[in-house]
């Protein structure tokens, strides 16, 4: 699964242009340096959890940030921000989120 997330955001990169790839390794390293050293650590930003009838409900960095990757598209954002510059730093987060821990996917906790 790590190998096809780094494959796809490559590939989208180079898609779209360097300043992509450039972007996307930069969002990574940032996330990388912010964030916990391990999954259950906490970072720079504390994770935010919502407590919902007895479930605790995670918003990981990597689900947040594809978030603002559809709410960018949906409002067209591109008129303010280069989709390269864009797609690149967000996607570079999500990617760093999924590839760097591996409770990645557990997102609903008791």
């Not at 096809?4 to 969002?27: D, K, N, Q």
């Not at 594809?66 to 967000?90: C, D, K, Q, R, T």
């Not at 996607?91 to 008791?110: F, K, M, S, T």
Request: with cysteine; hydrophobic share 50%.
């Amino acid at each position: 699964m790590k190998q096809l997330v780094m494959f796809t955001g490559l590939s989208v990169g180079a898609v779209f242009s360097y300043l992509s790839i450039l972007c996307l390794i930069s969002g990574f390293l940032i996330a990388k340096f912010t964030g916990g050293k391990q999954e259950g650590m906490s970072g720079k930003l504390k994770s935010v959890v919502i407590p919902v009838k007895g479930f605790k409900f995670h918003l990981h960095h990597w689900l947040f940030f594809s978030l603002l990757m559809l709410i960018g598209l949906a409002e067209n954002i591109f008129m303010y921000i280069p989709p390269e510059v864009f797609f690149g730093l967000l996607a570079g987060v999500a990617w760093q989120g999924i590839y760097c821990y591996n409770d990645w996917h557990r997102v609903i906790y008791r």
